[in-house]
């Protein structure tokens, strides 16, 4: 078995929402607002993560997230970058809200659960950064 891969996080923006819409809405421009925003369709639903300030009164969603971004492209050939984030939260009762890209992964955490997070993260090996 490898080595897990040591990871350089980042803390994003300022504080997220996840919403959820119906998936014969369009989407909002108000989901795309801020430097990091993330929409998923599926046959059920959509999904959309963006500044809370932008969610409309109305809307479905729950709010208080932070998010960590790690730096740098991730290879698609590399294996156990999100167990070697995961376990550490898992393990000190943090849940995850996981965002993949193309190039990298994001983590979003509840931010009342963010220093355990952090905590968790660089006891792991891990380093987190402040944006």
């Known amino acids: 078995m490898t080595e897990p891969r ?11 929402a996840i919403a959820r819409m119906s998936p014969a809405d369009d989407f909002p421009d108000w989901a795309f607002t801020g430097a990091f925003a993330s929409v998923t369709r599926t046959e059920d639903e959509v999904s959309i993560v963006c500044p809370e300030d932008s969610v409309p ?21 590399l294996a156990g970058v999100i167990s070697s984030l995961a376990g550490p939260l898992a393990a000190v009762a943090v849940p995850i809200f996981l965002i993949s890209t193309y190039d990298s992964d994001y983590l979003l955490v509840k931010a009342d659960r963010l220093e355990r997070a952090v905590g968790a993260l660089s006891e792991a090996g891990h380093t987190v950064t402040d944006g």
């Open 57 to 77: 009164a109305g809307v479905m969603h729950e709010g208080g997230w932070r998010c960590l971004g790690v730096i740098g492209e991730l290879d698609f050939s």
């Open 6 to 16: 040591k990871l350089t996080l980042s803390l994003v923006g300022d504080t997220f």
